[in-house]
């Protein structure tokens, strides 16, 4: 099924990572079905060539009723590309995957596009986020970042018996003082959050601001050095909601724990749980390598997607 002549349709994403290993390693990694399972999904099926198509099932698989559970390939240009598509609310969707060397590596650049516009509470690209850099944790930590679960993921038909809150978790291999750091230090939190001018004021009530003020966290409501920090959150016309992120010694490592609460109902929750998962994702890459190497270019750009072709 395509989508109807007329649909609207959400623009582009677009988002690449860079590796710091060659293009032939990466490219071999990226179809090596053992590493899917790290990744991509609980179970692999399926083969990366023209005509053929790769599932993905199990619980931290990216598949709904409404996301399809398999990749189509249209085309593979080895070492250099791969079009494939992706059913979402019933229409095939076009994504590319090009693998360029860079000067530290390689870099895998992703563009998806056009979605259907009823699509776009699913967040498609904290998702993207998630998988690939998943995918880089797994490649040059020997480990993911965080696995989202999509058992429970249905933004499209929520109850309210579905939770009012966002719980994730990710463990890092560093001490406490650094991802307290990442999250507290103004020049280290600009390039975590792609934000130009953060402010952080180490205090009670003191600004904390991501972007412009009364688009994102607003003030600082609990703080201990390296153990915990709070922050009220607003974004737009939604209702003030806390973010508690707690950092727990666990021997030689950090557990990174994230409580956001406060919303009224399950439907404030969504986009949360996916973008919270996505930054503790980057979370692992930045402690542990130093950068995430994730830019994201944009969530919904518009633009020809002509060079799908």
Same mark, same amino acid.
């Given at each position: ?20 290993k ?30 053929g198509?790769?599932r ?35 229409? +095939?969707?076009?994504?590319?995957? *090009? #693998?360029r =060397? ?7 650049? !992703?563009? %998806? ?96 601001t ?29 209702? +003030?909601t806390?973010?508690n992120? *707690? #950092?727990? =010694? ?7 724990? !994230?409580? %956001? ?6 439907e ?11 930054i ?18 944009s ?11």
């Open positions: 099924m395509s989508m109807e002549a007329g649909e609207d349709v959400l623009p582009l994403i677009r988002m690449r990572v860079g590796f710091r060659p293009v032939e390693e990466v490219w071999d990694s990226f179809l090596d079905s053992l590493i899917m399972l790290q990744w991509l999904g609980n179970e692999i099926s399926g083969d990366f060539k023209p005509g198509s790769v993905f099932t199990g619980n931290n698989a990216p598949t709904t009723s409404e996301i399809g559970d398999h990749w189509d390939i249209e085309q593979v240009r080895k070492h250099r590309a791969i079009l494939g598509s992706w059913r979402i609310l019933g229409a +095939e969707t076009l994504f590319i995957l *090009r #693998f =060397p860079t000067e530290t590596g390689s870099a895998l650049e !992703l563009k %998806h596009g056009a979605v259907p516009e009823s699509a776009k509470s699913f967040h498609l690209a904290s998702h993207w986020n998630t998988l690939l850099g998943n995918f880089k944790s797994v490649i040059e930590l020997r480990s993911p970042g965080v696995r989202f679960d999509y058992s429970k993921y249905r933004p499209l038909t929520l109850t309210r018996y579905d939770p009012k809150e966002v719980r994730v978790s990710v463990l890092l291999n560093v001490p406490p003082s650094l991802p307290f750091d990442v999250f507290t230090n103004p020049e280290k939190l600009s390039r975590f959050v792609r934000a130009e001018t953060p402010v952080v004021d180490k205090q009670y009530a003191g600004l904390y991501w972007w412009a003020e009364g688009k994102g966290p607003v003030v600082i409501t609990s703080l201990e050095q390296e153990r915990e920090l709070e922050f009220s959150w607003v974004y737009g016309d939604e209702r +003030e806390r973010v992120i *707690r #950092f727990e =010694p666990v021997k030689d490592s950090t557990l990174v724990t !994230l409580h %956001h609460h406060g919303f009224n109902s399950p404030d929750v969504i986009g949360y749980d996916i973008g919270w998962t996505s503790l994702t980057e979370l692992k890459l930045i402690c542990e390598l130093g950068d995430s190497g994730i830019v994201r270019l969530d919904w750009e518009e633009e020809d997607d002509s060079d799908f072709i």
